[in-house]
């Protein structure tokens, strides 16, 4: 019999609802429901988790790359470079800007290729915005010291990667400013949307602040243009709440992951190679595989939910067609990826369940040749 593998599942278990309940009440009590104290205990929290002296809380993944842009006075006339492959908010967030997005190749671990970062820098280069993609930290080491060679910034996307460690560096923890997202999907998520942006250096944090509203300096001074950010108080009550357990969250991610790694070390599947050095936290479990599509049609018969992320490259978008892109590799992997369900509410029972067809499928196909 059938049964269904959900990619995702955004319902709350009992524990929390009761928990979140009470955070309400209490806030509903309190009055302070615009910033107010959970959310500076929150941004204290994150900061810390992620080895950041400051955090910054706002509306979105997409508020915090924006903002980490906009506070580095990134605009007209600069081009940033990031990867070819991610979610379209990270250029979004660039052309939002009104800079120009240029577009890397990516490596086998799907991330930024330093290298290809390399070969494009020029005199309009103003950042770069590395992206973990997947749940693993960019290369932050090389990222670093080529950034600060070429007097670059360097910004991280760690929106998918919350937790992820690396060679010594921390998600949220390198580059001169991070965004991450909280939203439902992401690995500490909120009930809604909300995201964070990290920082060492105070006058950035400063700035942050004020370009979450509106770009004020004390509601009255206006410092620069910018959009209304704030991170909603109910918000950061529930991240708070989310980050004293998210150890457990990520342990059983990767104890899916761990299933998926031993069963499907087999012909026509490349999984994400086991490093020991990294600290991985499967926001997805991305598998590169042959027959892609045939693979998925099958996997969805059996009631097993599969996404590509993504179907396109960020450079082959409508709107960045013509900007500058190097992504040769990002286009030989795109036509195998393949994310398999792996989060935390998922049973070992249903990976196994995973595993079964994808093996099944593989010999069927060995059979037909
Ligand atoms: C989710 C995501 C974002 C955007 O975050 P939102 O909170 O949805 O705005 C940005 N970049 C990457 C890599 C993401 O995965």
Known sequence: MNKTVRFLNLEVSETERVVFHSLLENL????????????????KAIAEKCGRKYAVGVGSGSDALYLALSVLDIGPGDQV???SLSWIATANAIAITGAEPVFADIGDDLNIDVNSVKSLISHKTKAVVAVDFTGRLANARLLTDLCTSNGIYLI???????GA??????CGGYGIVSAISHNPMKVLSALGEAGSVLTDNLLIKERLESLRYNGTINKEWLYKPSINARLDTFQAAILLERLNNIDVVISKRQDNAYIYNSRLNLSGIVTPSPDIESFHVYYTYTILADFRDELLSAL???????KIQHPLLMSEQEPYRSC??????????KSKLLCLPVHEKLTESDIHYVCDHILAFYKAKAYHG
């Open 156 to 162: 991280e996307d760690g929106s998918q990667a919350f």
């Open 324 to 333: 500058i892109s190097h992504s040769m590799r990002a286009e030989l992997l």
């Open 300 to 306: 969805s018969t059996a009631g097993i939910e599969c």
């Open 81 to 83: 470079i990031t990867t």
């Open 28 to 43: 509903m009590r309190s009055g302070h429901i615009i910033l107010g104290p959970e959310v500076l205990a929150f941004e």
């Open 165 to 170: 460690i690396s060679d010594g560096y921390r």
